[in-house]
């Protein structure tokens, strides 16, 4: 007779993504099909940037291209090769009719035009841990569009505001590959097995710790922050709460999400409006949190309820488990 683990053994692998979509259509907005292909184009982008990034040590794809972006920041090979492949599968699956990148200043026009959606993301995220083999990811949102189908898209389609988002997630390239994504119905993550080349259901309805004792922060900045935020961090130390920061929001997301934590970027001296991106680093991941039972917030509200006016706007950002994020709005409320 099989024993209990044999049984386990036996088991099959799980449920891949394409089943998932299939048997959630109702939690794809709008039911016509195009949502659910439109993550599917995302997934099979994830596959191959996936690729690229593991072997980013042997073709020579690892170090700078020389070359800036819009944000005056230096460009990785791996955030252009990134770029381009996400660019790419979304152009050619059709249901994209235009795409705002980190990588570039202007929104791109895939051609689609009669595409319903657009999408806007960080196709690198953590560009700095390319060289040092350590995790990184790509953070996505999908809107639909507002401008009538059929013309190009407009700023507008970009600009509605993070409660306007009809799915957002991320990949992490990390010891395994997993792509956590939602559709406003819950947070589900999806791991990667290669030798089969599909990703498989590994974290149905993901749910953030009310509380955690992690607390993630470039503390380096210290001394830029405001009082408040230093009278955090020194409860937090005070709280013998371990640090652990990545400086790959996506790998330190990912983290606090499973284990309970936060995750803060203040403002700075040098980014006296934070570091990170609203439209497609802060947006998608607290339309995440949210949905996992979670929160986000600039410090004063809601990132989902920051407006937007331009599309690579930048904010402070903090996010994780609510009871923590109550804390620092305590300490900023002193
Ligand atoms: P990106 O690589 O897309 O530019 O994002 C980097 C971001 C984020 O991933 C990370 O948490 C943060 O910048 C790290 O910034 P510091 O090095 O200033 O801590
Ligand atoms: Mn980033
Ligand atoms: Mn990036």
């Known amino acids: 007779m099989a024993t209990n683990e044999e049984e386990k053994l036996a088991l099959p692998v799980g449920v891949t993504l394409d ?28 596959k191959i940037v996936n690729r690229e990034v593991n072997r980013a040590g042997l073709g020579d794809l690892t170090g700078a291209l020389g070359t800036a972006n819009v944000q005056g920041e230096n460009q990785q090979k791996l ?10 599968a979304l152009r ?3 249901e994209v009719a235009g795409i705002v990148s980190e990588e570039e200043e202007n929104i791109i026009e895939t051609g689609n035009n009669d595409g319903g959606y657009v999408v806007a993301l960080d196709p690198l995220d953590g560009s700095s841990n390319i060289d040092v ?12 569009r507002v401008s009538p189908k059929g013309v190009p898209v407009q700023m507008a389609d970009f600009l509605q505001g993070g409660r306007a988002q ?13 792509l956590v994504f939602t559709t406003g119905h ?7 097995e290669h030798s089969l080349g599909e990703f498989f259901l590994s974290h149905p309805r993901l749910v953030i710790p009310q509380d955690g004792q992690i607390y993630s ?22 709280q013998r709460y371990s640090a652990r920061y990545i400086g790959s929001l996506v790998g330190d997301f990912h983290r606090n999400l499973l284990k309970g934590g936060i995750y803060l970027y203040p403002a700075t001296a040098k980014a006296p409006h934070g570091k990170l ?38 904010t402070p950002f903090f996010t994780g488990s609510v009871h923590m994020l109550n804390k620092v709005a305590h300490c900023e409320s002193q």
């Not at 955030?79 to 790419?88: E, L, P, T």
């Open 217 to 238: 922060c470039n503390e380096g900045n210290w001394h830029d922050f405001a009082e408040p935020i230093q009278q955090y961090l020194d409860y937090c130390r005070q």
């Open 79 to 88: 955030d252009v090769i990134a770029h381009i492949r996400f660019g790419r």
């Open 186 to 192: 819950g947070v589900n993550g999806f791991t990667y």
């Open 166 to 178: 009809v799915a957002a997630g991320y990949v992490l390239y990390g010891t395994s590959t997993v």
């Open 92 to 94: 050619n699956g059709g």
């Open 133 to 144: 083999n350590v995790s990184i990811g790509t953070i996505f949102t999908i809107f639909r």
């Open 19 to 46: 089943r998932f979509i299939k048997s959630h259509q109702a939690a794809f907005s709008f039911a016509t099909g195009e949502l659910s292909q439109l993550l599917r184009d995302i997934a099979l982008a994830a």
């Open 277 to 314: 991106r609203l439209l497609y680093e802060c947006y998608p991941l607290a339309f995440l949190a949210e949905q996992a039972g979670g929160a986000a917030n600039n410090g004063l509200v809601p990132i989902l309820d920051v407006p937007i006016t331009a599309i690579h706007q930048r």
